[in-house]
Structures are given as C-alpha cells and as structure tokens.
C-alpha cells in the first residue's frame, strides 16, 4: 500500500506536524504550506484547499497546489490532516465517496465519516485529486491530545488494528447561514425543525429542517453557523455510490 501523510495545507493548524513526527519513517509525509505555517496564517494569497489542482504559474498557493498534485500522483492512498477552530470530535471528510474511500475510513478506526456533496464542496480540495483520499478533522487545533487520537488512527491503518465495524455516515447538503451570534447547538448534535440553534438581542433562529450540525461555529468559515448533514439513516444506499 502506497500511503503518504500531508499536514497544514492550512497553516494554522500545526499540530500536524506533530502527527508526522510520531509516523514511522517509511511513510512519507508532506507539510502543504510551511510559509503559512511560519507566518501562522490560513493561507498567505488564496486558500490552499480550495485551489487544486493548481497552476505551476499562478500564486504561492496555486503554486503548491500544482506541486503537491504531481508528487502525490505516485500515491494510492493520501490522508490529509486538518484541524478545526471549534471542539469537534475526530471525523473523515470524503468527496466523490465510493467503497475504497469509506473503507478506508473504516481502517483507521474512525467512528464518523461526513460526505460532501458536489453541491456543497468546492472540488478544488486535495482530496478531489489523488486517487484515494481522506482529510481528517479534529478541534480546537490546539488541543493536544488531538496528536494522539489523530496519529492513533493513522497507527490503526498501518498496523491493521480497530478497524472501524460501525461508522456512521452523514451526507453534508447545506450550508446555515449564522443569523445570531450566540450559538446553541454543538458537533454531531441532532436538530429538530423549528428548534431554536442561535440567538442574541436581535431576535432568535430556528432551524428550517431537521439535520446533524457539522463544524459549528467554524471561525475559518466566516458568517456560517454550520453545515447541516443528514442522517445516515436516510443516506446509506451503496447502489449510490459511484465506482470509481
Ligand atoms: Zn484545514
């Protein structure tokens, strides 16, 4: 199996350098953006995930975006780390989903997987251009135990451990808009229709539809309050994944 590590495509989420720190030496690993990292920003000209695959003659991002594509090409399986600014418990993100890429979820033991939808995503993600990929979400990013779980799980897949029987699968299909700043609903949280998810002095919102919220209250995704998923229940239909 041919499996290569990329961390802080995002620069201000360092703890996977961390990650790649505890990897065994023969799994080669990539630091997506090291001048963002240095300047602990986001990104410096246009946000990394969201411009691959890249142009060899476009700005920094774009730039690297063009260079991680070719050298990741040799890769059959690439994980990308990721962290959030919210307390989010460890998931995988998949675009395009097919079996490869939720049984690799599965492998490394992770409890929950989040689709999103062409409609939803950008797909100018990494992980809309290797062959099978998975990024890995985990928050606050300055939580350290988020090192341990997130190299665990890498462990898991190398060493053929806690493979994952049961995973929940959501599918992301819209997008809130934050309305009211005081946020009232949590991670994974299950939400009823017309149940009240913000409020502050201006008034109060209520959810239009019944939906998991995912990365509430995310500061990288300024003016949303969340994503909204659905529940595996309704999704899970392998006749519709697409094979790829
Ligand atoms: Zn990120």
Do not use: W
């Not at 600014?85 to 997987?113: H, M, V, Y």
């Not at 819209?174 to 502050?200: T, Y």
């Not at 919220?213 to 998923?229: D, F, R």
């Amino acid at each position: 199996m041919k499996l290569a590590v990329v961390c802080c495509l995002h620069g201000t989420e360092p703890y996977g350098l961390e990650v790649i720190k505890r990897l065994p030496v023969s799994i080669p690993s990539f630091i997506g953006n090291e001048r963002a990292l240095q300047e602990k920003k986001r990104f410096l000209e246009s946000d990394l995930n969201r411009c691959f695959p890249g142009n060899k003659d476009g700005n920094h991002e774009e730039k690297l975006a063009h260079s991680l594509v070719n050298t990741l090409s040799n890769f059959d399986y690439v994980i990308d780390l990721h962290s959030s600014s919210n307390n989010c418990p460890l998931f995988g993100i998949i675009t395009n989903p097919n079996e490869e890429k939720i049984e690799l979820a599965k492998q490394l033991g992770l409890k929950r997987l989040v689709i999103m939808s062409e409609s939803i995503a950008s797909g100018r993600a990494l992980i809309d251009f290797v062959k099978c990929g998975i990024s890995l979400e985990i928050g606050p990013h300055h939580k350290v135990e988020n090192v341990k779980e997130v190299s665990d799980s890498i462990f898991n897949l190398i060493n053929n451990k806690n493979y994952s029987k049961k995973i929940e699968i959501y599918e992301v299909f819209g997008i809130i808009k934050k309305e009211n700043q005081n946020v009232l609903i949590k991670n994974f949280q299950e939400i009823k229709k017309g149940q009240i998810i913000a409020l502050d002095s201006t008034g109060e919102q209520k959810a239009e539809e019944n939906f998991t919220a995912i990365l509430v209250n995310e500061q990288a995704y300024s003016g949303i309050l969340c994503l909204a998923a659905r529940s595996p229940a309704i999704f899970i239909n392998p006749a519709s994944y697409k094979k790829s």
